[in-house]
């Protein structure tokens, strides 16, 4: 187990949370308020090859060293003899260290955080994946990927990420980003689409993150605007197929031996008709 070194000096890690691995502070109090980390240091130094960190008592103002045992490694680290090599982007001065009354049990978040998730959005054909890597820089990368499996019916929809304490309380939450796909049936459309993004989350949460977590929602927007922007755009478009598609008036009855259709033929257009109509719907087969 973990414990005091007799000089004060340096404090043994019985654990290392990665992204919340274990239990939180608050349901740990619950069981065994001996084991409850509390917040009371900051890193102000990493020393990757020695598996070191310098860490400042915020109450007393005393420095001490905190070495990690089973660095590099994921998950919960115990303490025991196995060590490996600690990566100098795990930890980042400024970071908050938790410690328990006892001081014989410790925790400070090792970098990269990270988390998936994957939604149904509001039925089973529509669905949001996204996956995000907080680093100890600050920056959260994520992935979006968002699909339809619906013909006729697309969807916006919206990812939202939050950075968390050792409580679960949030620190910082990203801004709303949002991306949209068409139903699979719809020419030139995307059904599905994949979208990176990043932002930086402030020193102040970073320094006290934990966790992230991630929401999915359906952005549900009016359309209305943007079909009539479309029927404008392409009208020229949808007056030539009409005129192809209009029935020939000259023929009123429908001939049930050759097939043709009560009101007029519904024939391929002549030769004369495809230049204005591969003109006239050049934007709508872009």
Not at 6 to 18: D, W
Not at 128 to 138: F, K, P, Q, R
Not at 145 to 165: H, N, P, Q, S, Y
Request: with cysteine.
């Amino acid at each position: 187990m973990a414990r005091h070194d007799p000089t004060g000096r340096i404090v043994h890690i019985a654990l290392i949370m990665l992204a919340l691995a274990a239990v939180s502070a608050s349901a740990q109090a619950a069981h065994d308020p001996t084991t409850r980390l509390l917040p009371c240091c900051r890193v102000i130094a990493v020393d990757a090859a020695a598996s070191q960190l310098s860490v400042k008592d915020e109450r007393t103002g005393k420095v001490f060293q905190m070495l990690i045992r089973g660095a590099g490694g994921k998950g919960i680290a115990t303490g025991r003899s196995t060590r490996k090599a600690m990566s100098s982007t795990q930890y980042q001065p400024g970071q908050t260290v938790f410690i328990n009354e006892s001081g014989t049990l410790a925790a400070v978040t090792s970098f990269p955080v990270t988390r998936s998730r994957k939604d149904n959005i509001e039925r089973t054909s529509w669905t949001m994946e996204t996956a995000v890597t907080l680093s100890n820089t600050g920056r959260i990368d994520g992935t979006t990927k968002i699909k339809t499996a619906e013909a006729l019916r697309g969807f916006t929809g919206g990812v939202l990420v939050g950075v968390t304490d050792l409580d679960g309380n949030i620190l910082h939450t990203t801004k709303l980003h949002t991306y949209g796909v068409d139903g699979t049936a719809k020419p030139g459309g995307k059904s599905s689409r994949t979208e990176h993004w990043s932002e930086v989350v402030p020193k102040d949460s970073l320094g006290k993150a934990a966790a992230v977590v991630i929401w999915h929602s359906h952005q549900p927007k009016n359309r209305f605007p943007g079909a009539m922007q479309w029927v404008k755009e392409n009208w020229l478009c949808i007056v030539e197929l009409y005129k192809y598609l209009k029935p020939d008036s000259t023929q009123r009855t429908g001939d049930s031996t050759s097939g043709t259709p009560p009101g007029g033929a519904w024939g391929p257009p002549t030769p004369g008709q495809m230049p204005g109509i591969l003109d006239a719907c050049k934007n709508f087969f872009n």
